[in-house]
């Protein structure tokens, strides 16, 4: 539980992120890390603090920071003597000398501002706090060092304080209602443990510019940090720090009671602005919004969840990006052009918009014909650009169904490199492909009578060439390297949404059920389901180890619970989703995800765990799709225990 990492957001990309132990551990932990062009763009600027709190029996340190090689220091006072993540991080401490002290940190919802807050618990105690700033104003995915340029001299106006750290870059705006002592210098070596298990670069220096020092008395000692991005300064220029915060106080307190759950107010991290619109952050801390990632996502964080004005949104932006016959599967950081390496994230896109439109129907919501045409010609545009012909050798074959794939390019989602090769190229028909594509004709055929006659034409196709009944289940690419007739029969969990996760099944009775028992049998952990069955010759058991080795290992065995919702659809379809069939579902695949609330990134799912025994998760802690599959099996188990059991963590968890 005190290694587990807890995570705020400002729903513009920006967000921050810790242990609740306090003691840093990723390059990406900090109490400061804003999105300077909505939601990429990301800057570290706040990394962290060393506080102190002084009373009449003496200086006692409230947290600890890790240095190179292994040491811990100052040695934490402070006993965590509870911690819960509602409605935001709190932590009730107890000192040495019987004082008790609880401490509060939470963003605001729309702008890049993080609150912290302290206040002494034990009535008539007098205590100093002193809190000392390390700053960096980096980019997010690198590390600071000692250097000259660095600003440490603060403006000051009234109770603000502001950094310029160095040019070009966001300023560092302190509100707070404590005094400034002005003692500037470089605490070095900061090591990062999980950025050496990662084998990548894990030592920093910060910038420690000065100490604020606060009177604990009957008030709080509150501080406001926020980022003034491009130049416009997100504080209020005439309320103090207490009704700053006062003011957000109240206002999330109220956002965040509106969400029917916690695990729906954790759903909530993942949509941020994009320009005038919506969009959905891939994960936390290295993600941004992915179209794959984006659209499996919005499936349960906005359909399953009732957000649909949301959906549209989010689904309106994506539809301006189209580019012959593509959305971008991703918008990097720095203003780059967007990439378009991706198969599967334009059919995805299809799927969502067919889901959206009948869960608009259903549930009265009108959209206006712009909008309707708008999203008409996004997926004519896809259907029409797969069939003809576009990127990366993708087009569809005369048999109906989709070939795509060229050397030095990974399409499908198993899209890792590893010593500049692909890991699982899967050039050809990869299975799941085709279920996207007769699914996104489906939604097409609807308006164009065209396409239901190519959906006939894949179906006949893919019944043909997919089934190995040698082993009782599909190959995962058929023609493959562009050879006719070649197959690959890997054993992946591809195949399983041909049976399940998406709206129409392409694969159906008998063999939809020898499909699903070989994938429980072979694939299925209590996180998700495995990308490599453990008999496979290129399997590998455990996640880790530098860039090179976790990437070969990232589809070649590693579990994705992101798969669970295709996995659960496709096991309730078999069983006619009966009563019993949903109860059991809950009981033997939903309740392990429930349980994994309490582990790793608190209150989410993480991206990914080991293919073995005890299945630690791994990956980046806080994942969309993962999220949004919980939500959606919570919708086909009719899970109201999503709203009972997850609220076990309002309780207070004891440290």
């Not at 390297?481 to 197959?487: A, E, F, I, L």
Request: aromatic share 8%; with cysteine.
């Amino acid at each position: 539980m005190r290694n587990a990492e807890w995570l705020e957001t400002d729903g513009l990309g920006g967000f921050a992120m810790g242990c609740v132990d306090g003691i840093r551990r990723r390059r990406y932990h900090g109490l400061l890390i804003a999105a300077t062009t909505p939601p990429t763009g990301r800057m570290m600027l706040l990394n962290g603090f060393e506080a102190t709190v002084v009373t009449s029996a003496g200086r006692f340190e409230l947290n600890a920071q890790r240095y190179a090689p292994d040491v811990i220091h100052p040695t934490p006072q402070a006993k965590i003597e509870s911690f819960t993540q509602e409605p935001w991080p709190t932590w009730t401490l107890l000192l040495p000398d019987g004082t008790r002290l609880r401490q509060e940190i939470f963003m605001a919802h729309g702008r890049p501002v993080t609150c912290c807050v302290w206040r002494v618990l034990t009535p008539a105690t007098r205590a100093m706090l002193e809190v000392r700033l390390f700053l960096s104003d980096r980019d997010y995915h690198s590390l600071h060092h000692e250097n000259p340029s660095f600003a440490f001299e603060p403006e000051s106006r009234g109770d603000r304080l502001t950094w310029r750290p160095y040019r070009g870059v966001p300023a560092i705006a302190v509100l707070s209602n404590a005094r400034y002592r002005h003692e500037p210098q470089w605490y070095r070596s900061f090591l990062y443990e999980q950025e050496r298990a990662r084998g990548l670069d894990d030592v920093e220096d910060l910038a420690a510019p000065g100490v604020l020092e606060f009177t604990l008395d009957s008030d709080e000692a509150v501080c406001v940090f926020a980022a003034d991005v491009q130049g416009a300064s997100t504080l209020s220029e005439d309320a103090s720090a207490a009704m700053l915060v006062s003011q957000l106080r109240q206002s999330e307190r109220q956002r965040r009671e509106s969400f029917p759950s916690p695990i729906h107010q954790a759903a909530d991290a993942y949509l941020v602005q994009r320009g005038d619109g919506l969009s959905i952050v891939a994960g936390y801390p290295w993600f941004t919004d992915w179209g794959r990632d984006t659209f499996i996502a919005m499936r349960g964080l906005c359909l399953a969840t009732g957000r649909l004005d949301d959906a549209r949104k989010i689904l309106l932006a994506w539809a301006d990006t189209v580019s012959q016959g593509m959305i971008p599967n991703r918008f990097p950081d720095g203003g780059d052009e967007p990439e378009f390496n991706a198969v599967d994230a334009s059919l995805w896109y299809v799927v969502a918009v067919g889901e959206f439109l009948d869960a608009a129907r259903a549930g009265g919501m009108r959209l206006s014909r712009p909008q309707e045409a708008k999203l008409a010609a996004a997926v004519s545009a896809i259907v029409e650009g797969y069939a003809r012909g576009t990127r990366y050798g993708i087009r569809m074959d005369a048999d109906g169904l989709i070939a795509a794939g060229v050397p030095g390019q990974q399409l499908t989602w198993m899209d890792a490199r590893s010593g500049g090769r692909e890991v699982t190229p899967r050039i050809g028909k990869p299975v799941e492909v085709q279920a996207l594509w007769y699914n996104a004709l489906a939604v097409a055929g609807r308006s164009a009578d065209k396409w239901q006659a190519v959906g006939e034409r894949c179906l006949a196709s893919f019944m043909m060439k997919f089934w190995n009944e040698a082993r009782g289940c599909l190959h995962d690419v058929v023609d493959a390297d562009h050879v006719p007739g070649r197959c690959d029969p890997s054993l992946r969990p591809n195949q399983i949404l041909a049976v399940g996760g998406l709206p129409l099944a392409i694969l159906t009775s008998e063999r939809a059920a020898r499909v699903i028992e070989v994938i429980e049998r072979e694939l299925l952990t209590p996180l998700g389901l495995r990308t490599l069955a453990p008999g496979e010759p290129e399997f590998v058991a455990h996640y880790g180890g530098g860039p090179e080795q976790r990437d070969a290992a990232y589809h070649q065995g590693t579990a994705w619970p992101w798969l669970m919702g295709a996995f659960v659809n496709a096991w309730l379809r078999v069983r006619g989703s009966t009563p019993e069939a949903r109860r059991e579902a809950r009981q033997r695949f939903v309740q392990p995800l429930l349980d994994h609330l309490n582990d790793a990134g608190l209150g989410h799912v993480s991206e990914i765990a080991d293919a073995v025994e005890p299945f630690t998760p791994n990956g980046c802690p806080f994942q969309a799709w993962s999220m949004g599959e919980l939500l959606r099996m919570g919708a086909m188990t009719e899970t109201s225990e999503l709203q009972r059991q997850a609220p076990t963590f309002r309780k207070v968890v004891r440290a």
